[in-house]
Every structure is written in structure tokens, then in C-alpha cells.
């Protein structure tokens, strides 16, 4: 991945949680996940990238995690579940990490747009990031918890080449098979 498209969410995903939960993350040594499907923490906030632009980064966090960042973003220091507020609190978090990156993208020449936040819960989630892409992980740590911050995006037109050369290569194989 481009330093270029990896950067804007770093500075967006700093600045947001300086915002929401008014504090300066700690960050982790970066690494590239290589596993896929990849099994990811209890919750997950995941936004789409499209446009010139192809990817998502996806917010993961344990339950616990979880719960004591949306409360500290909603003001609310006895929250115990991850309701559906907390979610939509997750969820508005991750937009809003998305949103600022994608508007610097753009800023950048990378016209890009972001699709609506998803939150999933559960235990041994499995999320599948396009292998082709390399998937830049990013530990978070917090006073309330930590997050990692996994982005995963490329240009849409180095996607669509991988997908014209696969299946070039499927129909030369196939017309050799008859």
C-alpha cells in the first residue's frame, strides 16, 4: 500500500480519538497481516472505500474495549453493554476516521467516497480483506483500551488489472483445456 493512502487514515484516526475520547493513543509497531480470513477481536467497525479507490478500514476491539471506548465518547461512565447507542457510537467513529481520510484523499487528487459504517459482534470473527492488497495493521492503545486499526486499500484500477489478468489467465487456460 502507498504511503500516500496509509497516511491520511493514520492522521484522521489520531485526531478522531483525541476528539471522542480526548486522549493521544499510544501506537504499536505497524505490521501487515498475512493470514486471510484473519480472526479478528469481538468488534469490529468496518467502512468501505470506493471511487478511485478501493478498500476498507476496519476498527477492531475487544467487547471491553469496546464498551468503555463508547462510553467515554457518549459521556456515560456506567455503560456496561454494548447496546445499540454504543454501537451507533462505534459505528459514528469509524465514519468519522473514514470520512476525514477519505476528504484528505480527495484533497490529494484520489477522488473517494466511504459507505456506511458496519458494526459486527461475536466471537471468532472472521473478516477476509482482498489478499492482493496488503492489509497495514495499526495498535492503538488507550487509558479505556486499545483498538487496531486495520487498513486495507489500493486504486481501483490496480484492482480491476488483477481481475483482467485472472481472468485472462482462467480463459487461456480453459481454451487450452478443449
Avoid: H, W
Avoid at 15 to 26: A, C, F, K, R
Avoid at 42 to 68: C, D, F, H, Y
Avoid at 69 to 79: P, Q, R, T, V
Avoid at 109 to 133: A, H, K, L, M, Q
Wanted: with cysteine; hydrophobic share 45%.
Amino acid at each position: 500500500m502507498k504511503a500516500v493512502f496509509l497516511n491520511p487514515f493514520v492522521k484522521s484516526v489520531f485526531e478522531i480519538l483525541e476528539s471522542v475520547v480526548y486522549e493521544t493513543p499510544e501506537k504499536g509497531d505497524i505490521f501487515i497481516r498475512e493470514r486471510y480470513p484473519c480472526n479478528m477481536e469481538t468488534v469490529s467497525a468496518m467502512v468501505g472505500i470506493t471511487g478511485k479507490l478501493t478498500g476498507q478500514v476496519t476498527l477492531t476491539m475487544s467487547r471491553k474495549s469496546a464498551i468503555s471506548i463508547a462510553a467515554k465518547m457518549m459521556m456515560e461512565d456506567g455503560l456496561e453493554e454494548l447496546d445499540e447507542c454504543a454501537q451507533s457510537a462505534l459505528a459514528e467513529m469509524a465514519n468519522m476516521v473514514a470520512a476525514n481520510a477519505a476528504a484528505s484523499l480527495c484533497d490529494d487528487g484520489y477522488e473517494c467516497d466511504i459507505t456506511t459504517p458496519t458494526v459486527i459482534t461475536g466471537s471468532n470473527i472472521e473478516i477476509s480483506f482482498r489478499p492482493e492488497v496488503k492489509t497495514i495493521v495499526i495498535p492503538l492503545t488507550l487509558s479505556v483500551g486499545s483498538i487496531d486499526v486495520n487498513i486495507s486499500v489500493a486504486e481501483t484500477s490496480f484492482i480491476k488489472g488483477l481481475q483482467g489478468s485472472a481472468r485472462a489467465a482462467s480463459e487461456t487456460a480453459a481454451a487450452g483445456a478443449i
